[in-house]
């Protein structure tokens, strides 16, 4: 048996803010520990290789921090490292989770043409994660891609309102919508784009869902915690919430209230 210890949130940056914002409102008696890697962001154009280790790093660190279960609350990690970590690298008594099967599982409730589109990051469409689990729990729902390279460095850098994200957002939007003029449904699979949704949903034609993840994982972990007793035992629960990064912790204060709606004190942490 484990000590009791805090549920981790791993985001390669401050994306994953957005997620656990839901998870601590679905459940906020819960300790909780968010690390950003801002130091090495972004993940979505690094290879398989790198991800996987720059993942496997954090996760590791948060289990040091006396984490039992922790959460990739990115996209890109959950695409490219959460199976191999699963399978190979995790100390018995430890659990890893990700974004991207919460998302799937849920799908078919949104689409009624069963097209739906994706925008993600360069790396999570050419993982095509989200094809083959959606194809694995719903096999009669046809999946589009496509890659917003522009998106995740406009969030970062807080340019959501400037001419060049409406000139991005809106380009993407068309691209993802020519491939079929069926799609009904689009997910937003990175975690930073929530950000973009007011100028999103001025490009989306009428009759189209945008589906922002946060509340679909937090909703899922919900579900994970009751049917698993055996994890969510040794979850402690005091309400308390600490934030780490890779990088300088002043900066990541003040972006980070940008995504979790409130005011926050970060540390900094050395990975590697």
């Not at 909780?32 to 996760?59: H, K, M, Q």
């Not at 390279?149 to 991005?168: C, D, K, M, R, T």
């Not at 002043?250 to 940008?258: G, L, S």
């Amino acid at each position: 048996m484990h000590k009791q210890g805090p549920i981790g949130i791993f985001d390669s940056g401050y994306g994953g803010l957005t997620v656990f914002k839901e998870i601590h409102k679905a459940l906020p008696r819960y300790d909780y520990i968010y690390l950003g890697d801002n130091a090495r962001v972004p993940y979505g154009t690094r290879s398989f290789e790198t991800v996987y280790e720059f993942t496997r790093e954090c996760v590791f660190k948060l289990f040091e921090l006396g984490c039992n279960l922790v959460i990739l609350a990115c996209n890109t990690a959950s695409a490219k490292a959460l199976r191999t970590i699963q399978q190979n690298d995790l100390p018995e008594g430890k659990k890893v989770l990700g974004v991207i099967r919460p998302t799937t599982e849920s799908i078919n409730q949104y689409t009624q043409t069963k097209q739906i589109g994706i925008l993600a990051t360069q790396g999570t469409v050419l993982s095509n994660s989200y094809k083959i689990e959606i194809n694995k729990f719903h096999p009669d729902i046809k999946v589009f891609q496509h890659a917003c390279p522009f998106w995740v460095p406009l969030v970062e850098n807080n340019e959501i309102q400037s001419a060049g994200a409406h000139y991005f957002v809106k380009n993407d939007i068309e691209q993802l919508l020519a491939q079929s003029p069926q799609i009904d449904t689009i997910v937003l699979a990175c975690t930073h784009y929530p950000l973009l949704l007011p100028i999103i949903e001025q490009y989306v034609p009428q009759g189209i869902q945008v589906i922002a993840q946060g509340e679909l994982v937090a909703n899922s972990l919900v579900g994970y915690l009751q049917r698993h007793p055996e994890v969510e035992t040794q979850c402690s629960k005091t309400g308390s919430l600490q934030f780490y990064t890779t990088d300088d912790p002043n900066d990541f204060e003040e972006k980070a209230e940008i995504f979790f709606n409130s005011k926050i004190s970060a540390g900094h942490i050395k990975i590697g």
